[in-house]
T-cell receptor, first 115, second 114 residues
Framework: AQSVTQLDSQVPVFEEAPVELRCNYS??????LFWYVQYPNQGLQLLLK??????LVKGINGFEAEFNKSQTSFHLRKPSVHISDTAEYFC?????????????FGTGTLLAIQP | KAGVTQTPRYLIKTRGQQVTLSCSPI?????VSWYQQTPGQGLQFLFE???????NKGNFPGRFSGRQFSNSRSEMNVSTLELGDSALYLC?????????????FGPGTRLTVL
């Protein structure tokens, strides 16, 4: 079974500052990793995903994440945030090459951007 | 191309009633998954359908059921509603059943049980 831990429930940051949202996972098998964003009163939107290959993954809206197998982490970063990045961010994991598209989500991190 | 559509967007029911939620996937998508989102439990997987077949089911009681039609539209039903069923129910569609197929989420149906 897989699990995801997002230790920070809320991350306050000033506009134009860099940000890192932390995600750690646990799994006994190979996994795929995802970051989704949820804006207020909306569904989830895929930011980026790691399936294989380069451990540094670039996504939409200037976000990137790095897969670290030894530390079982997949932290999300952005060098300079904008007020429009205010949203909740979810890390998710799935079994690689499994016969399902089931995602296991973390509890989410609210990115609160202050002007 | 239109996104994933969920109807209704908001629903208020009382304990003991039953409810049916609908999800229309993106045109051409044949896989639909459902998730329940609550402040306490977060996002939890309910079911996954592909070509009218349930391929996977989450750890929810039998009161939660679903189905998929030949046009890929999906419905989920919750019978004998409990207060704890109040949640945002999200539907996601993808081209195929593999997790490598990007899943697109709808805006959700917010269910309130009184």
């Amino acid at each position: 079974a897989q699990s995801v831990t997002q230790l920070d429930s809320q991350v306050p940051v000033f506009e134009e500052a860099p940000v890192e949202l932390r995600c750690n996972y646990s799994s006994s098998v190979s996994v795929y990793l995802f970051w989704y964003v949820q804006y207020p009163n909306q569904g989830l939107q895929l930011l980026l995903k790691y399936l294989s290959g380069s451990t540094l993954v670039k996504g939409i809206n200037g976000f990137e994440a790095e897969f670290n197998k030894s530390q079982t982490s997949f932290h999300l970063r952005k060098p300079s945030v904008h007020i429009s990045d205010t949203a909740e961010y979810f890390c998710a994991v799935s079994e690689a090459r499994g016969a399902t598209n089931k995602l296991i989500f973390g509890t989410g991190t609210l990115l609160a951007i202050q002007p | 191309k239109a996104g994933v559509t969920q109807t209704p967007r908001y629903l208020i029911k009382t304990r003991g009633q039953q409810v049916t939620l609908s999800c229309s996937p993106i045109s051409g998508h044949r896989s639909v998954s459902w998730y329940q989102q609550t402040p306490g439990q977060g996002l939890q997987f309910l079911f996954e359908y592909f070509s009218e077949t349930q391929r996977n089911k989450g750890n929810f009681p039998g009161r939660f059921s679903g189905r998929q039609f030949s046009n890929s539209r999906s419905e989920m039903n919750v019978s004998t509603l409990e207060l704890g069923d109040s949640a945002l129910y999200l539907c996601a569609s993808s081209l195929g059943p593999l997790v490598t197929d990007t899943q697109y989420f709808g805006p959700g149906t917010r269910l309130t049980v009184l």
